[in-house]
């Protein structure tokens, strides 16, 4: 081929690239001066340690040395974000000690839902803290803060300015334990899709509320494949026809999808319903899978095998969690952490480690699996909607 046609060539495979990439690469970048972050345990900081007693050892050993309210051995997501917009870690709301609310605050809580649980932690295993009180704590937090902010002193340097909450990055990563919690209390498939309306229904009125308390930057995470979790692998049988060829249940990621693709119909409602806010969706479910599935690729082995577990095909035993100590052969045994959980996935049997956490922060983090596809640090720009 002549240099001249193979030139042209070239540019015509570029061009479309180039148009699609043009007016994000045009974006200047955000600067939050803020974060506020709803969740799950998939991106609690403290939140459920404040309230019911601290995630104890070994979580939080291989990067904070000692427990740091996570249910990890490191960051979560949403620490990389934070990070990731040039801020430190958020505190957790709930958190009363030496806390700096200046940048931010994390209303997430492990066990929570979108939806109003039906019974108490103690029956069901379901945090109180649901995505509606997560909302309200966020309006008390935004009246009080700026009450108390105005009595001037050391409150100034605790507290974040009135414009932050405009200006800030409120990101969303929940639904995981609604579609389990179904699951687990006896729904079929079917059912439990069934329940998925009201559930998006639930948290469009969460992001409404923030919305009109002056929320404009939402960065919202899908929910991860529930199938591929050790926890669920554990505790369900599931019939070898019901497992992808990775070793996951299907029927619990079939309604991981359905749920993301509501999910994703809720978020572009909401974009013409609250048209000056700027919304990113961002496919984490594809992110986590694609790590699962290719696990020795990313150096990682053993995607399905829990490291801080003890027992059974999973190294997990729902009698006996992380840190806890289970009695064999009349010893008691301590349930420890493998000896290198930079190359596991599970750190626990439903959360992800440091290391997977990061992994999945980097793919997601320069847009390529977000609609509209752009980077984190440009999120507040509804132009490339």
């Not at 919202?220 to 996951?248: E, M, S």
């Not at 390529?368 to 596809?373: G, H, K, L």
Request: with cysteine; charged share 15%; proline share 6%.
């Amino acid at each position: 081929m002549d240099a001249q046609p193979r030139v042209l060539s070239v540019l015509f495979i570029l061009l479309p690239v180039l148009f699609t990439l043009r007016p994000v690469l045009g974006l200047t970048e955000c600067h939050f001066p803020a974060l506020f972050n709803f969740g799950d345990s998939n991106s609690d900081t403290g939140g459920f340690s404040a309230a019911f007693g601290e995630a104890g050892p070994p979580d939080g050993e291989s990067y904070f040395g000692a427990p740091a309210g996570r249910y990890c051995d490191g960051r979560l997501i949403v620490d990389f974000i934070a990070k990731g917009i040039g801020l430190p870690f958020i505190d957790a709301y709930l958190n009363s000690i030496g806390i700096n609310f200046t940048h931010g605050a994390n209303f997430a809580t492990a066990a929570s839902t979108i939806r109003e649980p039906t019974s108490s932690l103690s029956q069901g295993g379901v945090s109180p803290f649901s995505l509606d009180v997560q909302s309200w704590q966020f309006d008390q937090f935004i009246t009080r803060s700026q009450i108390t902010y105005k009595k001037g002193g050391v409150f100034k340097e605790l507290l974040p300015k009135e414009d932050s909450f405009s200006r800030a990055l409120y990101t969303f990563d929940i639904g995981q334990n609604d579609l389990t919690s179904g699951f687990f209390s006896g729904l079929t498939e079917d059912e439990v899709i069934a329940t998925i309306p009201d559930i998006l229904s639930k948290f469009t009125t969460a992001v409404q509320n923030i919305y009109w308390q002056g929320g404009r930057s939402f960065w919202i995470h899908n929910t991860g494949p529930l199938g591929c979790l050790p926890y669920v692998l554990d505790r369900l049988l599931v019939k070898a026809a019901q497992v992808d060829p990775v070793g996951c249940a299907t029927p619990f990621n079939d309604v991981a999808q359905q749920f993301n693709r509501k999910l994703k119909e809720t978020v572009d409602q909401l974009r013409k319903d609250l048209p000056l806010a700027a919304f990113t969706y961002v496919d984490v479910y594809s992110a986590k899978y694609s790590l699962i599935h290719q696990a020795r690729k990313y150096g990682f082995e053993h995607p399905l095998r829990v490291c801080c577990g003890y027992g059974g095909p999973y190294n997990y035993n729902q009698q006996v969690g992380c840190g806890g100590t289970i009695v064999v052969n009349g010893t008691d045994v301590l349930v420890t952490s493998c000896q290198n959980p930079s190359t596991r996935i599970s750190w626990d049997g439903c959360h992800y480690t440091d290391a997977a956490n990061k992994w999945v922060f980097d793919q997601i983090v320069n847009g390529a699996f977000s609609d509209p596809p752009i980077p984190l640090k440009k999120a507040c720009h509804r132009e490339a909607h």
